[in-house]
């Protein structure tokens, strides 16, 4: 089993995802400093860590499929890759779940943006470990363009209703 292993995963394929993985937490970087920059929870290391964590989840289950489904008869298990990617998003939504601040009276939530800014950086990663990167470069920078510009615009129309906004 081992040698089967070691061709589905070789030290070159293993660098190669090493680099998915720095490419995808470099994209989540960039994200989690336009959080720091505006003091929200989950900046920096944590859009790294998250974004980093999904490549690596994919990357290591597609090789698991693989793995599973040569050793083990094919009748016994049948290895869903599609369980790994619902795996991650679940994953990644508790973790944006633990952002998320109600208001003691109940009447305002703060830091959806930050959850679904979490959520979307699993996504980036995800799309990194399938080798889309053109896909995953440019959900990162429409990203940073919605966290960054639209808040303004979002913050105008609040104050016209009289309400705040947690961008």
Same mark, same amino acid.
């Given at each position: 089993?081992?040698?089967?292993?070691?061709?589905? !995963?070789?030290?070159?394929?293993?660098? *190669?995802?090493?680099?998915? +993985? *720095? +490419?995808?937490?470099?994209?989540?970087?960039?994200?989690?400093?336009?959080r720091e920059l505006?003091?929200?929870?989950?900046? #920096?290391?944590?859009?790294? +860590?998250? &974004?980093g964590a999904a490549? *690596? #989840?994919?990357?290591?289950?597609? /090789?698991?499929?693989?793995?599973?489904?040569? !050793?083990?008869? &094919?009748?016994?298990?049948?290895?869903?890759?599609v369980r790994i990617?619902?795996?991650?998003?679940?994953?990644? @939504? #508790? /973790?944006?779940?633990?952002?998320?601040?109600?208001?003691?009276?109940?009447?305002?939530?703060?830091?959806?943006?930050?959850?679904?800014?979490?959520?979307?950086?699993?996504?980036?990663?995800?799309?990194? &470990?399938?080798? *889309?990167?053109?896909?995953?470069?440019?959900?990162?920078?429409?990203?940073? /363009? /919605?966290?960054?510009?639209?808040?303004? #615009?979002?913050?105008?129309?609040?104050?016209?209703? @009289?309400?705040?906004?947690?961008?």
């Amino acid at each position: 089993m081992e040698e089967t292993i070691q061709e589905l !995963a070789s030290y070159d394929q293993q660098w *190669l995802i090493l680099l998915d +993985i *720095l +490419i995808a937490m470099v994209l989540g970087g960039l994200i989690g400093i336009e959080r720091e920059l505006k003091g929200k929870p989950a900046g #920096f290391r944590t859009n790294m +860590i998250i &974004a980093g964590a999904a490549t *690596l #989840f994919i990357e290591v289950g597609r /090789i698991g499929v693989l793995y599973f489904g040569m !050793a083990l008869d &094919a009748e016994l298990i049948r290895a869903d890759p599609v369980r790994i990617l619902h795996a991650v998003i679940v994953g990644v @939504g #508790f /973790i944006g779940a633990g952002t998320i601040i109600k208001s003691e009276r109940g009447e305002e939530v703060h830091y959806l943006t930050t959850a679904a800014t979490i959520w979307m950086s699993a996504a980036i990663g995800i799309a990194v &470990a399938l080798h *889309l990167y053109v896909l995953a470069l440019s959900v990162t920078v429409v990203l940073l /363009i /919605i966290n960054s510009l639209f808040h303004r #615009f979002e913050n105008w129309v609040l104050r016209k209703n @009289g309400k705040e906004t947690d961008n």
